[in-house]
C-alpha cells in the first residue's frame, strides 16, 4: 500500500517515476517466481502465491488511478496527449539535432574540448555525458562572466564529482553482478534486482528522451537523479567493513583485502574533496 501511495504521488508529479515501474515490476516478479519454485520444490502450498496476487492487484487498483489521474484530467479537459512534452522549436539556441551522433553520445570534438578545459570551462554542450558533470555539479550556470578563481573552483569539482560518480557505478555493477554482492548479507537478491534495474531503466529512458529531443535542456541531470540512490546505496556497502565471509570464501577475500583498502581509500578521498570543493563553490554562490 506504501509502495503504491508513493508511487503513485509520484508518476502524478513527474512523469519519469514512471520508469520505477520497470524495476518494482521485476521485483514483484521474482518474489512471486520464487515462491513458485519453492513451493514445487518442497511441496509447499500456494497460500503464499495467492498472498502475493492479491497484494499486487492491490498495488495496481491503488497505483495507477494515483498515477493517470492528472494526466486523464488534462486529456478529457483540455485533450493534452498523455505522454505530451513541451518541445523547442529546431532553431532555438539549444538544438544539438546537427551535431553527428557520435560527439553527442560518445566523444566530443577533441580539439574543441580541449580548447574549452584551457579556458577553465568543460564545454561542449551538445555531448550528453559533460552535460551530465556540468548540470549535476553547478545546474544550468553559466560561468562566462565569472573570474578565473571561480572557473578553476568549478572545473575542479566537476571532475571530482565526475570521478566519484564513476566510481559509484562500478560500485553498483559489483554489487549487483558480481560475488562480492552475493556474499554480503545486507543487500537481498531483491535489493541488487531493484538497485540495477533502476539504473539501467533510468539511463536508457534518459538517452531515449535525449535522442527524441536534441536540446540542450533535456540533458539536464535532474532527469536522471533517481540514479544516484541505487549508486549511493553501492557506494556505502562498498566501502564499508568487511562482513565476516563464508567459510568457503574466506581465503580468497583476505588476498583481495589490500586493492579493496585502496578501492576504499580512493572512494573516501574523492567523498572528501569533493565535499571540501562543494562547500567553496557554496561559498562562493553565497557571495
Same mark, same amino acid.
Given at each position: 500500500?506504501?509502495?503504491?501511495?508513493?508511487?503513485?504521488?509520484?508518476?502524478?508529479?513527474?512523469?519519469?517515476?514512471?520508469?520505477?515501474?520497470?524495476?518494482?515490476?521485476?521485483?514483484?516478479?521474482?518474489?512471486?517466481?520464487?515462491?513458485? !519454485? %519453492?513451493?514445487?520444490?518442497?511441496?509447499?502450498?500456494?497460500? /503464499?502465491?495467492?498472498?502475493? &496476487?492479491? %497484494?499486487? &492487484?492491490?498495488?495496481?487498483?491503488?497505483?495507477?488511478?494515483?498515477?493517470?489521474?492528472?494526466?486523464?484530467?488534462? +486529456?478529457? /479537459?483540455?485533450?493534452?496527449?498523455?505522454? *505530451?512534452?513541451?518541445?523547442?522549436?529546431?532553431?532555438?539556441?539549444?538544438?544539438?539535432?546537427?551535431?553527428?551522433?557520435?560527439?553527442?553520445?560518445?566523444?566530443?570534438?577533441?580539439?574543441?574540448?580541449?580548447?574549452?578545459?584551457?579556458?577553465? @570551462?568543460?564545454?561542449?554542450?551538445? !555531448?550528453?555525458?559533460?552535460?551530465?558533470?556540468?548540470?549535476?555539479?553547478?545546474?544550468? *550556470?553559466?560561468?562566462?562572466?565569472?573570474? /578565473?578563481?571561480?572557473?578553476?573552483?568549478?572545473?575542479? +569539482?566537476?571532475? $571530482?564529482?565526475?570521478?566519484?560518480?564513476?566510481?559509484?557505478?562500478?560500485?553498483?555493477?559489483?554489487?549487483?553482478?558480481?560475488?562480492?554482492?552475493?556474499?554480503?548479507?545486507?543487500?537481498?537478491?531483491?535489493?541488487?534486482?531493484? +538497485?540495477?534495474? @533502476? *539504473?539501467?531503466?533510468?539511463?536508457?529512458?534518459?538517452?531515449?528522451? =535525449?535522442?527524441?529531443?536534441?536540446? %540542450?535542456?533535456?540533458?539536464?541531470?535532474?532527469?536522471? $537523479?533517481?540514479?544516484?540512490?541505487?549508486?549511493?546505496?553501492?557506494?556505502?556497502?562498498?566501502? &564499508?567493513?568487511?562482513?565476516?565471509?563464508?567459510?568457503? @570464501?574466506?581465503?580468497q577475500n583476505c588476498q583481495s583485502?589490500?586493492?579493496?583498502?585502496?578501492?576504499?581509500?580512493?572512494?573516501?578521498?574523492?567523498? =572528501?574533496?569533493?565535499?571540501?570543493?562543494?562547500?567553496?563553490?557554496?561559498?562562493?554562490? $553565497? $557571495?
Amino acid at each position: 500500500m506504501l509502495l503504491a501511495v508513493w508511487f503513485g504521488l509520484g508518476v502524478s508529479t513527474k512523469q519519469n517515476v514512471a520508469e520505477m515501474a520497470v524495476p518494482v515490476g521485476a521485483v514483484f516478479a521474482r518474489t512471486f517466481f520464487h515462491h513458485k !519454485n %519453492q513451493n514445487a520444490d518442497h511441496g509447499l502450498d500456494a497460500a /503464499r502465491r495467492r498472498q502475493l &496476487a492479491l %497484494q499486487y &492487484a492491490l498495488f495496481l487498483a491503488v497505483g495507477l488511478p494515483l498515477s493517470l489521474w492528472f494526466y486523464v484530467r488534462n +486529456l478529457v /479537459r483540455w485533450h493534452v496527449p498523455l505522454l *505530451w512534452v513541451y518541445t523547442l522549436p529546431d532553431d532555438s539556441w539549444q538544438y544539438v539535432g546537427g551535431v553527428p551522433l557520435v560527439n553527442r553520445f560518445l566523444c566530443p570534438v577533441p580539439s574543441e574540448f580541449l580548447g574549452n578545459l584551457r579556458h577553465f @570551462t568543460i564545454g561542449c554542450g551538445y !555531448n550528453v555525458w559533460l552535460e551530465i558533470i556540468r548540470t549535476s555539479m553547478l545546474g544550468e *550556470w553559466d560561468m562566462a562572466d565569472v573570474g /578565473r578563481p571561480v572557473k578553476i573552483l568549478a572545473v575542479l +569539482l566537476m571532475l $571530482a564529482g565526475a570521478l566519484l560518480g564513476l566510481l559509484c557505478t562500478i560500485d553498483l555493477g559489483v554489487v549487483c553482478l558480481g560475488r562480492y554482492g552475493r556474499e554480503k548479507r545486507s543487500f537481498s537478491p531483491e535489493d541488487r534486482l531493484l +538497485l540495477g534495474f @533502476t *539504473w539501467l531503466i533510468t539511463m536508457v529512458c534518459y538517452l531515449k528522451f =535525449v535522442y527524441d529531443y536534441p536540446q %540542450q535542456c533535456s540533458m539536464n541531470f535532474r532527469y536522471i $537523479a533517481v540514479a544516484l540512490v541505487p549508486t549511493a546505496a553501492a557506494a556505502g556497502l562498498c566501502m &564499508a567493513p568487511d562482513m565476516a565471509p563464508d567459510a568457503g @570464501t574466506r581465503g580468497q577475500n583476505c588476498q583481495s583485502r589490500p586493492f579493496q583498502a585502496l578501492w576504499r581509500g580512493s572512494h573516501r578521498f574523492l567523498l =572528501v574533496l569533493f565535499c571540501l570543493l562543494s562547500a567553496g563553490m557554496i561559498a562562493v554562490w $553565497a $557571495a
